[in-house]
């Protein structure tokens, strides 16, 4: 990313490099071995997506980015959690970069940085629109000058911080050599060297009437503090304070302007050497210091969304990755978007387990409805895909296998008008699911075919789930028909449940068990007294 | 600067928080006679006199002393004070005319407006010390001798010279110089004015300008956003002159406030002195006692409000109670009982006021607090709500109450049977004594007099309303033993005139 200043913007460079501008070259091939980006273990993809994935919605995932960036969209963040990652080897580093900044002083540090940043965008932005020469470039080299101190800064703060993790540890050895170079030491000099003299400039202002004067200051004592001085016998303390505060901004009306000007005219060599500032040092800013400044900010906003959650009470964990199929596990995991609703709320959050070991890849939930199914399915995809982002997972103790896609079926409600075209829609898209899926994919299937004769859905669900066995791949299903469990030994049984002995109320539980259609039913029924030994104790012969 | 008139070394304070029984006490005392005698009309001494007054409890020996130091002074020498106070309210009402700067936030406006107000305070000002100094050589009062010393050091001719040349430097008739630092942003700030002495105009001037040395531009008239922005340079560079110079105003305001405040009591007491003289009614500066041993002595001391209504002299009592703690009043109905009691109560007020008192002499150790408990003469169908209601207001006084404290009883706890009213009374009154409150007790309960009479204290005297031969009330009271009966005979023969 560079701050192109004609046009006013940040470039990122994959914007630049379709735009045909080239990229910066890193100061030496030393940092380019080293580090890369604080996102990419092996340097940016050569393409990110900016469109949302297809599972985003049904997964609740867009609710859950959409919290994450929100007031961040000067990042432009959302292409970072659009793609994921392939191999455990860059999930690993991003996971140890977000471990790290779980820790406040490395996180206050970053922090610091970041709003640093945002407002020498600011100034950069207030310099290109300021009408007036002078004032211009001297807010070019407040600007600058606060992109020196901010980077020392950073650089000084995490010197003094243990890292551990690959990317950080990197990054401030980047920045070791950034600040040491000919590039940063020159610009920071000077810029610092044209501060302190227009620091010390005084000048005397006189007005009369509409004529406005700049002379040669000619120092007096400060008349006020004689006027002060004079009345102090009618001094007393809680006086009424007559002052109307002069608020400081940055602006500058075309009367400061001409002063300025008549400033200049005193101190010409020193107003010629900002000038040449100005021109000479238009792209100041390093490509990689701004890519950090934005990329970070993926890790921020995931962990003050992760943290906003965790204050309520519920885990998270960094997950175990298998690149094979194996076991794939969560203790104590949740859905994020919900969690987040109910930690506004305040409202308690129910937590679920779950466990695929050996040759089991299907989980079948059935189980009463609002009983937490569909909430339960969303976890599961939720996990795998926060997992391959690198971040922090819901629950303590996960792992998930590492997959090529996640593909998601939910109930389209829209639709319901037209039942034919519905169902026939259901089908294509089951149909298109199965040919693109693979071994490595992720299924997540919810209440097809609801809306046909049970007949046929239980035609239709049987021939599916002869595709998933063949699959091989990892597919949670929600469906009614719970029989369907019988077809394989790699499927297993999760319900949700109910209060024992009040049916209506819900405990948002899914657990593993073997498909008992009756349990529900009899517990509405002995609510209700009509079970066979109560009839039979009821009913007196 | 402070006046300091009423206080060695205190403001008056006029919006102070009364005490909790204010209300009460002006009721019970009547002290609204008194307070519309002194005001004799006037709003702003009718809003003075009785804060100081209710105030007054909390005085001690040297703050009276010291005020009736000033009023003898002001007796004496009322025309001068007259004029002080006249001269006081001119220069408040003044700022009406001159001053402007509330209706605006830009510095330079409260500047301006600042300067001319100060012209012309520094005009009363200088009226006030002249006067002060010429006439007041001949007060004696240690207040007014160090309020004309105050004006003598503190507005000297030197200040009111350096008045004048910073006021005239301040009217930026050259224009305004200030020192600037640049500062972020090539803006202008910690703008420090400057003195300047513009060069004199030469009358072709008008016509030919001189040549303006160094860089300088012209703002066009019509460059309406270049005013404002010129305007805005300018208030902030003037901006902590105009606050000093506009607090120094205000302060002199609060002076010339103070003074006539202060100046409104001793004019009120003028005003009550004037009119009990008129009556032909003895006035009298009360020797103050501090706090501790009883002191309790009046010669021909009488009711003023009574005196004031009635416009004419009333009679008088003559007390001796000193060493005495508990002193019980009893006897014939409309013997001047209550009446007695009320000139015990505003005697003490005044006298802690600062001012004389109605009796030809008083003596009074001082006290931090006066209590009244009278009976309350509406509601008389609920006789047992009623003595709820008296032990509820002597519950609200028991909070308050300390020793050293006077409270005045009038009738209390009779709203019940006399032997419950007389158990009552006298355990409450027991209480009181012991603790060291001086009480007075206007009672027609036997029993309770009599259990008082019988312990034969000398710290308790016992007085009674008597009559002369002819059964018409002389309003005297005697000391006496408590009969068993009061006069309520006569009354009654006497209404019903058989």
Same mark, same amino acid.
């Given at each position: 990313? &560079?701050?192109?200043?004609?046009?006013?913007?940040?470039?990122?460079?994959?914007?630049?490099?379709?735009?045909?501008?080239?990229?910066?070259?890193?100061?030496?091939?030393?940092?380019?071995?080293?580090?890369?980006?604080?996102?990419?273990?092996?340097?940016?993809?050569? =393409?990110?997506?900016?469109?949302?994935?297809?599972?985003?919605?049904?997964?609740?995932?867009?609710?859950?980015?959409?919290?994450?960036?929100?007031?961040?969209?000067?990042?432009?963040?959302?292409?970072?959690?659009?793609?994921?990652?392939?191999?455990?080897?860059?999930?690993?580093?991003?996971?140890?970069?977000?471990?790290?900044?779980?820790?406040?002083?490395?996180?206050?540090?970053?922090?610091?940085?970041?709003?640093?940043? @945002?407002? %020498?965008?600011?100034?950069?932005?207030?310099?290109?629109?300021?009408?007036?020469?002078?004032? =211009?470039?001297?807010?070019?080299?407040?600007?600058?000058?606060?992109?020196?101190?901010?980077?020392?800064?950073?650089?000084?703060?995490?010197?003094?911080?243990?890292?551990?993790?690959?990317?950080?540890?990197?990054?401030?050895?980047?920045? $070791?050599?950034?600040?040491?170079?000919?590039?940063?030491?020159? %610009?920071?000099?000077?810029?610092?060297?044209?501060?302190?003299?227009?620091?010390?400039?005084?000048?005397?202002?006189?007005?009369?009437?509409?004529?406005?004067?700049?002379?040669?200051?000619?120092?007096?004592?400060?008349? $006020?503090?004689?006027?002060?001085?004079?009345?102090?016998?009618?001094?007393?303390?809680?006086?009424?304070?007559?002052?109307?505060?002069?608020?400081?901004?940055?602006?500058?009306?075309?009367?400061?302007?001409?002063?300025?000007?008549?400033?200049?005219?005193?101190?010409?060599?020193?107003?010629?050497?900002?000038?040449?500032?100005?021109?000479?040092?238009?792209?100041?800013?390093?490509?990689?210091?701004?890519?950090?400044?934005?990329?970070?900010?993926?890790?921020?906003?995931?962990?003050?969304?992760?943290?906003?959650?965790?204050?309520?009470?519920?885990?998270?964990?960094?997950?175990? &990755?298998?690149?094979?199929?194996?076991?794939?596990?969560?203790?104590?995991?949740?859905?994020?978007?919900?969690?987040?609703?109910?930690?506004?709320?305040?409202?308690?959050?129910?937590?679920?387990?779950?466990?695929?070991?050996?040759?089991?890849?299907?989980?079948?939930? $059935?189980?009463?409805?609002?009983?937490?199914?569909?909430?339960?399915?969303?976890?599961?995809?939720?996990?795998?895909?926060?997992?391959?982002?690198?971040?922090?997972?819901?629950?303590?103790?996960? @792992?998930?296998?590492?997959?090529?896609?996640?593909?998601?079926?939910?109930?389209?409600?829209?639709?319901?008008?037209?039942?034919? $075209?519905?169902?026939?829609?259901?089908?294509?898209?089951?149909?298109?699911?199965?040919?693109?899926?693979?071994?490595?994919?992720?299924?997540?299937?919810?209440?097809?075919?609801?809306?046909?004769?049970?007949?046929?859905?239980?035609?239709?669900? =049987?021939? &599916?789930?002869?595709?998933?066995?063949?699959?091989?791949?990892?597919?949670?299903?929600?469906?009614?028909?719970?029989?369907?469990?019988?077809?394989?030994?790699?499927?297993?049984?999760?319900?949700?449940?109910?209060?024992?002995?009040?049916?209506?109320?819900?405990?948002?539980?899914?657990?593993?068990?073997?498909?008992?259609?009756?349990?529900?039913?009899?517990?509405?029924?002995?609510?209700? =007294?009509?079970?066979?030994?109560?009839?039979?104790?009821?009913?007196?012969? | 600067?402070?006046?300091?008139?009423?206080?060695?070394?205190?403001?008056?304070?006029?919006?102070?928080?009364?005490?909790?029984?204010?209300?009460?006490?002006?009721?019970?005392?009547?002290?609204?006679?008194?307070?519309?005698?002194?005001?004799?009309?006037?709003?702003?001494?009718?809003?003075?006199?009785?804060?100081?007054?209710?105030?007054?409890?909390?005085?001690?020996?040297?703050?009276?002393?010291?005020?009736?130091?000033?009023?003898? *002074?002001?007796?004496?020498?009322?025309?001068?004070?007259?004029?002080?106070?006249?001269?006081?309210?001119?220069?408040?009402?003044?700022?009406?005319?001159?001053?402007?700067?509330?209706?605006?936030?830009?510095?330079?406006?409260?500047?301006?407006?600042?300067?001319?107000?100060?012209?012309?305070?520094?005009?009363?000002?200088?009226?006030?010390?002249?006067?002060?100094?010429?006439?007041?050589?001949?007060?004696?009062?240690?207040?007014?001798?160090?309020?004309?010393?105050?004006?003598?050091?503190?507005? *000297?001719?030197?200040?009111?010279?350096?008045?004048?040349?910073?006021?005239?430097?301040?009217?930026?008739?050259?224009?305004?110089?200030?020192?600037?630092?640049?500062?972020?942003?090539?803006?202008?700030?910690?703008?420090?004015?400057?003195?300047?002495?513009?060069?004199?105009?030469?009358?072709?001037?008008?016509?030919?300008?001189?040549?303006?040395?160094?860089?300088?531009?012209?703002?066009?008239?019509?460059?309406?956003?270049?005013?404002?922005?010129?305007?805005?340079?300018?208030?902030?560079?003037?901006?902590?002159?105009?606050?000093?110079?506009?607090?120094?105003?205000?302060?002199?305001?609060?002076?010339?406030?103070?003074?006539?405040?202060?100046?409104?009591?001793?004019?009120?007491?003028?005003?009550?002195?004037?009119?009990?003289?008129?009556?032909?009614?003895?006035?009298?500066?009360?020797?103050?006692?501090?706090?501790?041993?009883?002191?309790?002595?009046?010669?021909?001391?009488?009711?003023?409000?009574?005196?004031?209504?009635?416009?004419?002299?009333?009679?008088?009592?003559?007390?001796?109670?000193?060493?005495?703690?508990?002193?019980?009043?009893?006897?014939?109905?409309?013997?001047?009982?209550?009446?007695?009691?009320?000139?015990?109560?505003?005697?003490?007020?005044?006298?802690?006021?600062?001012?004389?008192?109605?009796?030809?002499?008083?003596?009074?150790?001082?006290?931090?607090?006066?209590?009244?408990?009278?009976?309350?003469?509406?509601?008389?169908?609920?006789?047992?709500?009623?003595? *709820?209601?008296?032990?509820?207001?002597?519950?609200?006084?028991?909070?308050?109450?300390?020793?050293?404290?006077?409270?005045?009883?009038?009738?209390?706890?009779?709203?019940?049977?006399?032997?419950?009213?007389?158990?009552?009374?006298?355990?409450?009154?027991?209480?009181?004594?012991?603790?060291?409150?001086?009480?007075?007790?206007?009672?027609?309960?036997?029993?309770?007099?009599?259990?008082?009479?019988?312990?034969?204290?000398?710290?308790?005297?016992?007085?009674?309303?008597?009559?002369?031969?002819?059964?018409?009330?002389?309003?005297?009271?005697?000391?006496?033993?408590?009969?068993?009966?009061?006069?309520?005979?006569?009354?009654?023969?006497?209404?019903?005139? *058989?």
């Amino acid at each position: 990313m &560079i701050y192109e200043y004609a046009t006013g913007t940040f470039v990122h460079s994959w914007h630049r490099e379709k735009s045909g501008v080239v990229k910066q070259q890193p100061l030496s091939n030393k940092y380019f071995m080293s580090f890369q980006s604080i996102l990419y273990k092996n340097g940016p993809p050569d =393409r990110v997506s900016e469109n949302m994935p297809a599972f985003f919605t049904d997964l609740h995932l867009d609710q859950v980015v959409d919290k994450m960036t929100e007031g961040k969209d000067e990042y432009h963040l959302k292409p970072f959690f659009y793609t994921g990652l392939q191999d455990a080897d860059s999930i690993l580093y991003r996971q140890q970069v977000m471990k790290e900044l779980e820790s406040p002083d490395i996180r206050l540090c970053v922090e610091t940085f970041a709003r640093a940043m @945002q407002q %020498i965008r600011k100034m950069l932005q207030h310099s290109r629109n300021c009408p007036y020469p002078y004032q =211009r470039e001297r807010l070019f080299l407040d600007a600058v000058a606060r992109y020196c101190n901010s980077i020392g800064l950073l650089h000084q703060q995490l010197q003094a911080l243990p890292l551990k993790s690959d990317g950080l540890y990197a990054f401030r050895q980047y920045l $070791s050599d950034y600040i040491a170079s000919e590039i940063f030491t020159t %610009i920071n000099r000077k810029s610092e060297k044209i501060l302190n003299e227009l620091g010390a400039v005084t000048y005397d202002l006189h007005t009369e009437g509409l004529t406005v004067r700049v002379l040669p200051c000619q120092p007096q004592p400060d008349y $006020s503090e004689v006027t002060e001085q004079l009345y102090s016998r009618f001094r007393v303390p809680g006086a009424k304070d007559y002052t109307k505060p002069f608020p400081f901004t940055t602006d500058m009306n075309h009367v400061e302007a001409e002063i300025l000007k008549g400033v200049a005219t005193l101190f010409p060599e020193l107003f010629q050497s900002l000038c040449d500032f100005f021109t000479s040092n238009q792209n100041f800013t390093d490509d990689f210091v701004l890519a950090f400044d934005r990329e970070i900010q993926f890790y921020i906003a995931c962990l003050h969304y992760c943290e906003k959650i965790k204050a309520h009470g519920a885990p998270f964990c960094y997950p175990e &990755i298998t690149a094979t199929a194996g076991k794939v596990y969560a203790h104590e995991t949740f859905d994020i978007a919900l969690a987040y609703k109910l930690a506004e709320q305040n409202q308690p959050l129910v937590r679920n387990d779950f466990m695929l070991s050996g040759e089991e890849r299907v989980i079948i939930v $059935s189980g009463p409805n609002q009983g937490g199914k569909t909430t339960f399915a969303r976890t599961f995809g939720q996990l795998h895909y926060l997992a391959c982002l690198g971040c922090p997972v819901p629950g303590n103790a996960v @792992q998930v296998v590492l997959f090529d896609a996640i593909y998601t079926h939910f109930e389209r409600e829209e639709d319901i008008a037209t039942h034919r $075209s519905k169902f026939e829609e259901d089908l294509v898209r089951i149909h298109a699911i199965m040919q693109a899926a693979s071994g490595q994919s992720v299924i997540i299937l919810n209440e097809i075919f609801s809306s046909t004769t049970l007949q046929d859905a239980l035609f239709l669900c =049987r021939k &599916i789930m002869q595709h998933l066995i063949r699959l091989n791949a990892y597919c949670i299903w929600v469906t009614f028909i719970d029989e369907l469990v019988t077809l394989s030994d790699t499927a297993v049984s999760m319900e949700s449940t109910v209060v024992p002995g009040n049916p209506a109320a819900r405990t948002f539980k899914v657990i593993r068990k073997a498909p008992d259609g009756m349990a529900y039913a009899l517990s509405i029924a002995e609510k209700y =007294r009509v079970t066979y030994k109560q009839l039979k104790e009821r009913i007196h012969s | 600067m402070k006046p300091h008139l009423l206080y060695p070394d205190q403001d008056f304070n006029i919006k102070a928080a009364m005490p909790w029984n204010t209300v009460v006490l002006s009721k019970d005392l009547e002290l609204q006679v008194l307070f519309d005698c002194m005001s004799g009309g006037d709003e702003l001494l009718a809003e003075v006199v009785p804060g100081v007054f209710h105030s007054s409890v909390e005085n001690n020996i040297t703050t009276i002393l010291y005020r009736q130091a000033i009023l003898k *002074d002001c007796i004496s020498f009322r025309e001068i004070v007259q004029e002080i106070y006249d001269l006081s309210f001119a220069a408040i009402e003044s700022r009406k005319s001159s001053w402007l700067g509330i209706f605006t936030s830009h510095a330079t406006s409260v500047l301006s407006s600042s300067v001319s107000m100060m012209r012309v305070y520094a005009g009363y000002l200088l009226r006030l010390r002249t006067m002060a100094v010429e006439q007041g050589k001949k007060f004696r009062s240690e207040g007014f001798l160090q309020f004309i010393h105050t004006l003598q050091i503190e507005l *000297d001719d030197a200040y009111f010279d350096a008045i004048e040349n910073n006021l005239s430097q301040l009217s930026l008739k050259s224009g305004i110089l200030t020192a600037v630092r640049l500062v972020e942003a090539n803006k202008g700030g910690g703008y420090s004015l400057q003195q300047y002495e513009g060069k004199k105009r030469k009358w072709w001037h008008r016509f030919f300008p001189p040549k303006i040395e160094g860089y300088y531009f012209n703002i066009h008239p019509r460059d309406e956003s270049g005013i404002q922005a010129l305007q805005q340079i300018n208030d902030e560079i003037v901006s902590r002159a105009a606050n000093t110079l506009a607090q120094s105003n205000d302060h002199i305001l609060q002076f010339f406030t103070l003074l006539r405040q202060e100046l409104a009591f001793y004019l009120g007491c003028l005003n009550l002195y004037d009119k009990l003289k008129a009556l032909g009614a003895p006035v009298a500066f009360p020797v103050v006692a501090p706090p501790g041993s009883p002191v309790h002595c009046a010669k021909a001391l009488y009711d003023p409000c009574l005196a004031l209504s009635m416009s004419k002299q009333v009679v008088g009592n003559d007390l001796s109670a000193d060493q005495c703690r508990l002193i019980m009043i009893s006897g014939a109905n409309q013997g001047g009982k209550s009446t007695f009691l009320r000139s015990i109560g505003v005697a003490q007020l005044m006298m802690q006021s600062g001012m004389f008192v109605a009796a030809a002499e008083y003596r009074a150790n001082i006290t931090n607090q006066v209590f009244t408990h009278f009976k309350k003469e509406e509601d008389h169908t609920m006789q047992s709500g009623k003595f *709820d209601e008296e032990l509820s207001r002597m519950n609200d006084i028991a909070s308050h109450i300390r020793p050293g404290n006077l409270i005045l009883f009038n009738e209390s706890f009779a709203a019940t049977n006399e032997r419950e009213g007389s158990e009552i009374a006298s355990q409450i009154v027991t209480a009181l004594i012991e603790k060291d409150i001086r009480v007075f007790f206007v009672t027609h309960l036997y029993d309770l007099a009599l259990h008082f009479y019988e312990k034969k204290s000398r710290e308790s005297l016992f007085l009674r309303a008597g009559r002369l031969e002819d059964a018409g009330r002389d309003f005297k009271l005697k000391e006496a033993a408590p009969l068993p009966t009061s006069y309520g005979p006569d009354l009654y023969r006497k209404i019903f005139d *058989d």
